[in-house]
């Protein structure tokens, strides 16, 4: 048996090597040239360059319409949720898979979708002034990248919560009507607590893509509003400094980093995110 | 005569078009322990359920100590269930999970620290205060859900199949455990299973259910030794059912070979159904036999022999600790006493229905 | 209270729905204004066929979609069968390396793999936006076919060695089959992230290839084209009607499987 088990081993070879050149390396030269400059040599200027006041302060705005839209995301998904889970109508999961078609569906078609309704002259507008009610102004503006944020990533946060409260036994929640609780405290104490681990898997796969886009604010900030990840694409893209656009990099991974690990502490079944 | 304490009466309960239970009466005294036995499907636990307030009947009043509780919910019904698969908050510990009914009641904190050290004594579980639902085994998750209902001093305990998961040692020692603590607890026991060993070894009454209908209602001997129809009879234990004529009073003929019985009243000239226990099977030389027939298996099952008897083409199955040959040819006695006559169905559904109360 | 459920779900609906909605509309609009309804038409389908490089994206696309999943199916999976052989410890560091790519944001992922590619100087083009799509395939592919091996009775594997079988064929005959669902819903997954993507491939990508996101993304930038309406809901309709014909042979399988036992 030991030469199939040889072989067996074997099969994963390919990946490893594919793992440790396409995943591994890329990862340490991000880390090579975020420490060094053009010459070659070891600097910490491209990470300490987050402290220059436009690179604060576009991670400071990543940071807070992140938050936001996060936050937002999990207020709409919650209720909703709860909605779909607890009623026990089978039809509900056909439900939650019509809420899930639009995140197939190209997302940057969708966030597109948000320019063509948002705009001056765009869809909205042009209705309230045919009903003369005053027009909106969210185009360009933090508030319309929180809803370009929000409609791209509110499906990844239904999904997880959506699969936390329908696994909860619907005997649990007999059994704490049963030792005397209202619906209430049935929430508080048994279902919201049951419900973390989804709602902590939702926020770690909302805020991280939000904290990074660069898209969104392109199409609805009119570029005149740039996030972090907009500072770093035109590094690459347009001054071809790679060691700035590395160094800001390693500091968009710090918060990576502590993601995944509040993702992982709280993974207790080890089932992962979906 | 002990005091009245639920009554169903006229419960009936559909889900969708299949109906479960139909115009069902049922009284529940107090310091009782019942046991609601059937095959799956015969409406046991959905009865269960109603009583606890978890689902509501279609028709019909559920009433304890007098008082109409049909429409009242869960929380507020001075009884707590035992759930099939534990239902234990798995975020919860275990001195958690037992406290929760009494944080809901803004019970002290010495009061309820004292039962809770109470109530895992009670289950044998002392020191389990801090461990986590999920490191435990089966009959130690059982026992944490037993001590969580018990805590709150509820008049009825309601436990739906809740050895179902265990294996069969652990299963006997929880029955004892349960008889114990009914003793000890001194309140009414709702029990509802479709093991009729658990039913005989710990009720003090059985309710024998089958498609919704109440079968027959006893205790664990008289649900024995008294079968009051085919159903029970069959479910009940392991029996020789047989078809038979009510000659007169106290003659049946089975086959057309004529044996005394102790029962009336069941007239002249009768289709009826017979049950006779295998243990009161006698086997004796054919000569003494009422009957005689030839052996066509033995099997040895430790606490006795069964064998299996051809009698002219009727299987009769005999307990005994002494084992015949196969082949042998022997003849059969039954103790007129023994013979438990029963009323034939007039037809399929009065078979079904067995007697209303 | 029912009633206000109902309201809920469906204000959320509407949400979802509306842009989707309403590029629809658009783009049976003969007027390029956003606010102004200037008669029905198809001329923008018609266009939407004749753009060479619209289409040309789209071949790419599809291309870079079927050959990426297909590629990351047969290493992913040789991974999870190699991977059961492994003592828990080896395991944990390859699933931990595995998740990577899905926990990392698009944007480092696709700056690390454009900086390798320039590094070693690898003319971007298909082939590297491939290599790229390929990587942050398999971690799916994985995803979904491990814990199908978790459910996998063992003893099947057994039983068929017992019955004669060579590993290979036995592997073949009992294993495969009972992975397929994990293995299906992976290439799925690895052939919907590879055709949604535009931020990797935006790194990685040369100017001569144009995949679908990265079309939009320069026409958008430039201006309104309602050919893009039309191709929005071209995709749409497709990826709807992909979904509910994929829900409703898992209906039907789950069905059979229920009526059998």
């Known amino acids: 048996m030991s030469k199939t088990s040889k072989h067996t081993a074997m099969l994963g ?28 040599a070891f600097t910490l200027a491209n990470i300490m360059a987050i402290a220059h006041p436009a690179h604060s302060k576009a991670l400071w705005t990543s940071l807070v319409l992140s938050l936001e839209s996060t936050a937002v995301c999990l207020l709409l998904a919650y209720p909703l949720c709860m909605i779909l889970a607890r009623s026990g109508k089978s039809s509900n999961s056909f ?25 001056k002259t765009g869809i909205i507008n042009t209705f309230l002034t045919a009903l003369h009610l005053p027009t909106q102004h969210l185009i360009n503006t933090k508030g319309g990248i929180i809803l370009g944020m929000v409609y791209d990533f509110l499906p990844f946060m239904i999904l997880p919560i959506y699969n936390a409260l329908a696994k909860i036994d619907k005997n649990v929640i007999h059994a704490a009507h049963d030792l005397g609780a209202n619906d209430l405290q049935t929430f508080l104490r048994i279902i919201l607590p049951l419900s973390m681990p989804g709602v902590i898997s939702g926020i770690t796969m909302v805020f991280i893509p939000g904290m990074t886009t660069f898209v969104i604010s392109s199409l609805l900030g009119g570029g005149k509003i740039l996030l972090i990840g907009n500072v770093i694409e035109q590094e690459f893209t347009l001054a071809y400094d790679w060691n700035m656009g590395s160094g800001l990099s390693l500091v968009l991974l710090v918060f990576i980093i502590i993601n995944i690990v509040i993702q992982m502490l709280t993974d207790k079944d080890g089932e992962g995110v979906m | 005569m002990k005091d009245e304490l639920i009554t169903l009466r006229s419960v009936s309960k559909s889900f969708g078009d299949k ?32 009583i606890g307030g978890f689902e509501s009947p279609d028709s019909g009043s559920v009433f304890f100590e007098g008082r109409d509780i ?80 018990i805590v709150n001093e509820p008049k009825v305990l309601l436990l739906d199949e809740p050895l179902g998961a265990l294996d069969l040692k652990l299963r006997q020692d929880m029955q004892y455990e349960l008889i114990r603590l009914k003793n000890e607890l001194g309140i009414t026991f709702i029990y509802v299973t479709h093991d009729q060993q658990e039913a005989l070894t710990m009720s003090d009454k059985i309710v024998v259910m089958n498609q919704g209908y109440i079968q027959q209602e006893g205790t664990p001997e008289q649900i024995y030794n008294e079968p009051e129809n085919a159903f029970v009879a069959d479910f009940i234990g392991d029996s020789n059912l047989f078809p038979a004529v009510m000659v007169r009073d106290r003659l049946v003929a089975i086959d057309d070979n004529p044996f005394e019985c102790v029962d009336e009243g069941f007239g002249v000239n009768r289709p009826v159904d017979i049950v006779i226990r295998p243990e009161d099977v006698e086997i004796v030389p054919p000569a003494r036999g009422t009957v005689t027939g030839v052996v066509t298996d033995v099997i040895f099952k430790g606490v006795h022999y069964e064998m299996c008897i051809d009698v002219k083409g009727r299987e009769w199955v005999c307990h005994s600790t002494v084992a015949h040959a196969v082949d042998e040819e022997v003849g059969i006695k039954v103790d007129p006493f023994n013979i438990q006559v029963m009323k034939k169905p007039e037809s399929e559904d009065e078979e079904a229905a067995g007697i209303n109360e | 209270m029912k009633a206000l459920k109902r309201f809920y779900v469906g204000l959320i609906f509407v949400f979802m729905y509306s842009p989707i909605v309403l590029l629809f509309i658009q783009s049976f609009n003969q007027s390029k204004s956003r606010g102004h309804w200037g008669g029905f038409t198809l001329q923008w389908y018609a266009q939407l066929l004749d753009d060479e490089s619209i289409l040309e994206a789209l071949r790419n696309s599809i291309l870079l979609a079927v050959l990426s999943a297909a590629i990351a199916v047969v290493l992913g999976t040789a991974a999870c069968v190699a991977m059961q052989k492994m003592k828990a410890k080896n395991r944990a ?108 491939t935006h790194f990685t990508t040369g100017s001569g290839t144009q995949t679908l996101s990265t079309k939009i993304y320069s026409e958008v930038k430039m201006g309104i084209k309602p050919e893009i309406y039309a191709l929005s809901s071209v995709i749409f309709v497709t990826v709807l009607v992909l979904l509910i014909l994929v829900n409703r042979v898992q209906y039907r399988l789950d069905r059979q499987r229920l009526e059998a036992e």
């Open chain 1, 95 to 119: 439900l939650v898979l019509f809420l899930i078609v639009p995140m197939w569906m190209n997302f940057l078609l969708r966030t597109y979708a948000w320019q063509s309704i948002l705009e």
């Open chain 1, 13 to 40: 070879l390919p990946y490893y090597a594919w793992a440790i050149v396409f995943i591994i390396v890329p990862l340490f030269m991000v880390v090579y040239y975020g420490l060094t400059d053009k010459t070659g």
């Open chain 2, 70 to 149: 049909t429409n009242l919910p869960p929380n507020k019904r001075q009884l707590n269930m035992v759930f099939q698969n534990y239902a234990l908050f798995t975020h919860m510990s275990v001195a958690e999970n037992i406290a929760f009914g009494l944080k809901i009641g803004k019970k002290p904190k010495d009061y309820i620290e004292d039962k809770i050290r109470y109530a895992l004594r009670l289950v044998n579980l002392e020191g389990y205060e801090r461990r986590s639902p999920s490191t435990l085994s089966g009959g130690q998750q059982q026992r944490i859900a037993i001590a969580r209902a």
């Open chain 3, 93 to 200: 560091v390859v699933m931990g390396i595995t998740n990577i790519p899905m926990l990392n944001a698009d944007i480092v992922t696709g700056v690390a793999l454009m900086l390798l590619f320039l590094t070693i100087r690898i003319e971007r083009g298909f082939g590297t936006v491939l290599l790229a799509h390929i990587t942050f395939n398999i971690p799916y592919v994985i995803l979904n076919v491990m814990p199908r091996f978790r459910e996998l009775n063992p003893h099947i594997y057994e039983a068929a060695l017992d019955l004669g079988a060579t590993p290979v064929y036995a592997f073949f005959k009992t294993v495969l089959p009972e992975i397929m669902p994990g293995v299906g819903s992976g290439a799925l997954m690895a052939f919907t992230m590879s055709l949604d993507d535009f931020i990797i």
């Open chain 2, 19 to 50: 109906l479960i239970l139909d115009d069902l009466n049922l009284t529940i005294h107090e310091n009782e322990f019942v046991t609601l036995l059937g095959p799956s499907g015969c409406g046991k636990s959905t009865t269960l359920r109603i």
